[in-house]
C-alpha cells in the first residue's frame, strides 16, 4: 500500500495498468486497493499542480500564521474546524512554534485576502494574533519545478 500512495503522490495520473506493472499486481488488485483507500478516507482527492504565471488568474494567495487560544478539551480542533469552513480558505495546519495555525488562503485582490484576516480571522474569538505573507512567486510545489528553466545542480553549494 506505501508503494501504491507513493506513486499516486508523484503521478495521479498514471493508469491502473501502468501502476499494476510498477507494483507487480494486476489491475484489478490495483483498482480493488485504489476504491478501498478512497472509501476508507486514505484518498482524498486529487489535484493538478498549476503554474498560475501561464494563466490569466489575478487570484492571490497567502500564508497565514495564528497564534489562539486553545478550548478547554478540544484544544485547537474546533477553531481550526471553523476556519475550514471558510471557501477563501485552502489549507488548515496545527503547528510546532510561535503560532498554532497556518493557513493558505486565496482571494481575488490582496484588498480581499487583508479584508478577510481584519474582519473574520482577527474577528474570531480565541485569535491572539496574525501574520500574513502573500506568496510573491512559486518556484517549486509538492516536488515538482514550477518553471521550466533548466535545472544546473552545479549552483548547489554543499
Same mark, same amino acid.
Given at each position: 500500500?506505501?508503494?501504491?500512495?507513493?506513486?499516486?503522490? +508523484?503521478?495521479?495520473?498514471? +493508469?491502473?495498468?501502468?501502476?499494476?506493472?510498477?507494483?507487480?499486481?494486476?489491475?484489478?488488485?490495483?483498482?480493488?486497493?485504489?476504491?478501498?483507500?478512497?472509501?476508507?478516507?486514505?484518498?482524498?482527492?486529487?489535484?493538478?499542480?498549476?503554474?498560475?504565471?501561464?494563466?490569466?488568474?489575478?487570484?492571490?494567495?497567502?500564508?497565514?500564521?495564528?497564534?489562539?487560544?486553545?478550548?478547554?478539551?478540544?484544544?485547537?480542533?474546533?477553531?481550526?474546524?471553523?476556519?475550514?469552513?471558510?471557501?477563501?480558505?485552502?489549507?488548515?495546519?496545527?503547528?510546532?512554534?510561535?503560532?498554532?495555525?497556518?493557513?493558505?488562503?486565496?482571494?481575488?485582490?490582496?484588498?480581499?485576502?487583508?479584508?478577510?484576516?481584519?474582519?473574520?480571522?482577527?474577528?474570531?474569538?480565541?485569535?491572539?494574533?496574525?501574520?500574513?505573507?502573500?506568496?510573491?512567486?512559486?518556484?517549486?510545489?509538492?516536488?515538482?519545478?514550477?518553471?521550466?528553466?533548466?535545472?544546473?545542480?552545479?549552483?548547489?553549494?554543499?
Amino acid at each position: 500500500m506505501n508503494e501504491l500512495l507513493h506513486l499516486l503522490k +508523484t503521478n495521479a495520473r498514471l +493508469t491502473n495498468a501502468q501502476l499494476a506493472d510498477m507494483l507487480g499486481k494486476t489491475e484489478e488488485e490495483i483498482s480493488a486497493e485504489i476504491q478501498k483507500l478512497e472509501s476508507k478516507g486514505v484518498i482524498r482527492g486529487y489535484t493538478a499542480i498549476i503554474n498560475e504565471e501561464l494563466t490569466k488568474s489575478t487570484e492571490v494567495e497567502a500564508l497565514i500564521e495564528l497564534r489562539v487560544t486553545p478550548k478547554k478539551d478540544c484544544g485547537f480542533d474546533d477553531i481550526a474546524k471553523t476556519i475550514m469552513m471558510y471557501d477563501e480558505v485552502e489549507s488548515v495546519c496545527l503547528m510546532s512554534g510561535m503560532y498554532d495555525l497556518a493557513l493558505t488562503v486565496k482571494g481575488e485582490s490582496l484588498k480581499d485576502v487583508a479584508m478577510f484576516v481584519s474582519q473574520r480571522l482577527s474577528a474570531m474569538e480565541g485569535v491572539l494574533a496574525t501574520a500574513t505573507h502573500f506568496v510573491l512567486k512559486r518556484y517549486k510545489e509538492k516536488g515538482i519545478f514550477i518553471e521550466d528553466d533548466e535545472f544546473d545542480e552545479r549552483s548547489l553549494v554543499w
